[in-house]
């Protein structure tokens, strides 16, 4: 009889790395450069000159996300990896130490002092590091920082996001582009809330509201701001 078997379960939460760079890049793709075209259309430039405009603006920003996630991200394996080196010292200059730190971590999380001592030298027996970097240092393979895979999510999503409204801007009449531009662009901020949602097991509405909501506010502001100042120069 086998007592143990393989854990087939599947969470979401080893999806939070690549979810989290591939939704913020898709919504600041979608968010900036509609932001972008309908401010420089309330100012009362040329549909060209809004074509351009909108397409240095995904350029730009594809390569502002990939570089800003790599910095950020590569700021935070460079933080684990110097936390791992010394965990690591420690393990090897007193063992016993780390053995009792890992057991009143498990006490502190409801078990008995006994089995707490046991767990802990077990798992330290199977691989003392892993045990401390999950358990003492909060670090795991599922959450571990992955800096060139989230710049390039990050980048890809940006791009993907900002076809949209570009494709929009290209395809509406110049008379009516900037409602046109806003309406498609609030639709694509909807239904990516609604995805990104349903992925993360969230609730969809929720998720669609959050983002359409911040979407409209930013390209409300910037074509007041495109108005007034098309209006003064």
Avoid: C
């Avoid at 800003?68 to 063992?95: I, N």
């Avoid at 990104?196 to 509201?209: D, S, T």
């Amino acid at each position: 009889m086998k007592l143990f078997h393989r854990h087939t379960e599947r969470h979401r939460t080893d999806r939070i790395g690549w979810l989290r760079a591939a939704v913020l890049g898709a919504n600041d793709g979608i968010v900036s450069t509609a932001s972008l075209v309908v401010g420089v259309a309330a100012a009362s430039a040329s549909h060209g000159s809004i074509l351009l405009t909108g397409v240095a603006g995904l350029v730009a920003g594809a390569m502002s996300m990939a570089a800003g996630e790599y910095v950020s991200v590569h700021s935070q394996a460079d933080t684990e990896t110097a936390d791992l080196s010394r965990e690591r010292a420690e393990l090897e200059l007193d063992p016993a130490s780390e053995r009792r730190e890992l057991a009143a971590i498990y006490v502190a999380r409801g078990l008995q002092p006994g089995l707490a001592q046991q767990v802990a030298e077990q798992l330290m027996q199977h691989d003392a590091l892993g045990a401390h970097a999950r358990d003492e240092l909060g670090i795991s393979d599922t959450f571990s920082a992955r800096p060139v895979q989230a710049a390039l999510a990050s980048a890809a999503s940006f791009a993907v996001g900002s076809v949209l409204p570009l494709a929009a801007t290209a395809l509406a009449p110049e008379t009516g582009l900037i409602g046109w531009v806003s309406g498609t662009s609030l639709l694509f901020l909807a239904l990516l809330g609604a995805v990104a949602a349903r992925v993360g097991g969230a609730g969809v509405l929720v998720g669609a509201w959050r983002v359409t909501f911040w979407g409209a506010l930013a390209m409300g502001i910037t074509a007041g701001v495109g108005a007034l100042f098309g209006a003064v120069v």
